[in-house]
């Protein structure tokens, strides 16, 4: 049977809005993250316009990777990192997304962190829009509603691949874009919440505008993707999609229907348009019955076609299944990618269903439908962790899940996936995307951060820590 390539990509992901902290240094201007207070599973994070005084807002420090980037990377590089999954703050380069010269100490500190890397013979693979949205866009433009995000995308883009042409090679344009065809994606990746304060899963369902906002994001990765392929042919361009993989509740084919309905609109949409080029014959019975127009210009579908990706990645943490009965679903109500419970599998202590079979059926589907290399960029299990005495933190929950989870990729592989690589989300402890949590930690290393604001920034090393550095050092052979 096939096994993980001998130059398989192993590393880990964060992204900078949860990770950098350093919100207002050195130029930086203030994202969306930057307006979100921290909240838990029980009680949803909100966005203020205004900043609230005595309240906290947990991007702002995060885990200090501002000031901790050479002590962090020191210890990708002892668990023997192949590939570092990071991204850019947009307001770092240029603080209100509108300026037309990039901030030179924010360019300064990417090429630190690349130049930390390169030392260690560690490739980094950078997200462009990693949920950081400048405010500034927010509040001029309604975030990606507006048309005129593409062009300061894409000279933000543009900036980028000039200065870092010789040190990043794997670029992703946006992370989980298709975030954007459920609520949640209009407050992280969209931006469309202009004017609003509140819980953010208070945020008004408005199809129209998400889906009008997203149509604009593809065609920002399209001239971005283009722009590389023109000019900086050594790049590898890829999209990044939320996989979350759906099965039928049961095997009535109502249930069946339902699920390929939701399968189409929440995990396929996206990618079919930033891999094929065009926009799925199956989206136009759906915007008809939403009453959703979006709103194409000439050279919209032309610019689709022209920028397509080379790679295909995902995050995968869960599985979740749908049911065509309301009231099934309706009980369900209030899990973050929706669907119903599915009675074979356990969840985290945030409802997250574990399910690593679910990851090799997904890789199978996405490698059939594309026949791109494929790269699972998130992945992991979110757990509260406990400090003992003696200063050792003990995950083997945390084994468990990703040993499982490289184990079903080692079988996708045999299937005849070609895949690429896998950097599990929260190599390091970082403030949790859906939360706002510090608590829910995702890390082979631990960070001395809670969410009172406390905590010294300490790394320390979990167990987990010294069991991935075997897997690597293996190629995934060793999961003992
Ligand atoms: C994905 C995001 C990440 C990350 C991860 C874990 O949705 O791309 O930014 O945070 O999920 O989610 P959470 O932090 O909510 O546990």
Redesign the pocket.
């Known amino acids: 049977m096939q096994d993980f390539r001998k130059d398989f990509l192993w590393g880990g992901?964060t992204?900078a809005?949860?990770y950098e902290g350093a919100w207002d240094l050195d130029g930086k201007g203030d994202s969306v993250p930057d307006h979100c207070t921290n909240g838990s599973h029980a009680q949803p994070k909100r966005v203020t316009v205004e900043f609230e005084a005595g309240t906290l807002y947990p991007s702002r420090e995060a885990a200090d990777f501002y000031h901790h980037y050479e002590e962090d990377i020191r210890l990708a590089a002892e668990m023997g990192f192949k590939v570092f999954r990071m991204s850019i703050n947009w307001t770092r380069i240029f603080p209100t997304g509108m300026e037309e010269q990039p901030n030179e100490a924010g360019l300064l500190f990417y090429d630190k962190v690349f130049d930390e890397l390169k030392k260690y013979g560690i490739e980094p693979l950078v997200t462009l829009s990693?949920?950081e949205l400048p405010y500034a866009l927010v509040k001029k433009y309604n975030g990606w509603y507006s048309r005129e995000l593409i062009e300061y995308f894409v000279h933000y883009a543009s900036v980028l691949f000039e200065r870092y042409k010789d040190k990043v090679k794997y670029w992703l344009t946006f992370?989980?874009i298709n975030?954007g065809t459920m609520p949640l994606g209009a407050v992280?990746s969209l931006g469309t919440i202009q004017g609003f304060s509140g819980a953010v899963n208070q945020v008004p369902n408005d199809y129209q505008v998400r889906f009008q906002a997203l149509h604009h994001q593809f065609l920002a990765s399209a001239r971005v993707i283009k722009l590389a392929h023109e000019k900086y042919p050594c790049f590898k361009m890829g999209n990044?999609s939320?996989f979350a993989t759906k099965y039928p509740h049961t095997c009535n084919p109502a249930d069946v229907l339902k699920c390929q309905h939701e399968m189409r609109i929440v995990n396929w949409f996206c990618s079919d348009v930033q891999a094929r080029g065009y926009y799925p014959s199956y989206m136009e019975r759906f915007f008809e019955e939403k009453g959703i127009k979006i709103h194409k210009e000439a050279g919209d579908d032309e610019l689709l076609r022209q920028g397509t990706i080379d790679f295909y990645t995902f995050?995968y943490?869960m599985s979740t299944c749908e049911s065509a009965d309301p009231e099934i679903t309706a009980k369900a109500a209030g899990n973050?990618v929706g669907g119903v419970a599915n009675p074979y599998l356990k969840a985290s202590d945030?409802g997250?269903q574990i399910d690593p079979e679910g990851l090799r059926w997904s890789l199978n589907e996405i490698w059939d439908r594309y026949q791109l290399p494929v790269m699972v960029v998130?992945n992991?299990l979110?757990a509260k962790d406990v400090l003992t005495e003696d200063g050792k933190i003990h995950d083997p929950y945390r084994i468990d899940y990703l040993r499982r989870h490289i184990e079903q990729m080692r079988e996708a592989v045999g299937d005849g996936v070609d895949l690429l690589g896998y950097t599990p989300?929260?190599w390091i402890d970082?403030?949790?995307?859906?939360?706002g949590?510090m608590a829910?930690r995702?890390g082979f290393v631990y960070v001395a951060k809670y969410d009172d604001g406390t905590g010294d920034l300490k790394r320390i090393r979990k167990d987990s820590f010294y069991w991935y550095k075997k897997v690597i050092a293996s190629n995934g052979s060793d999961l003992a």
């Open positions: 992901a992204a809005n949860q990693h949920y992370n989980e975030s992280l990044m939320l995050s943490y973050l945030w997250w998130e992991g979110g989300w929260g970082v403030v949790s995307a859906s939360t949590e829910k995702y």
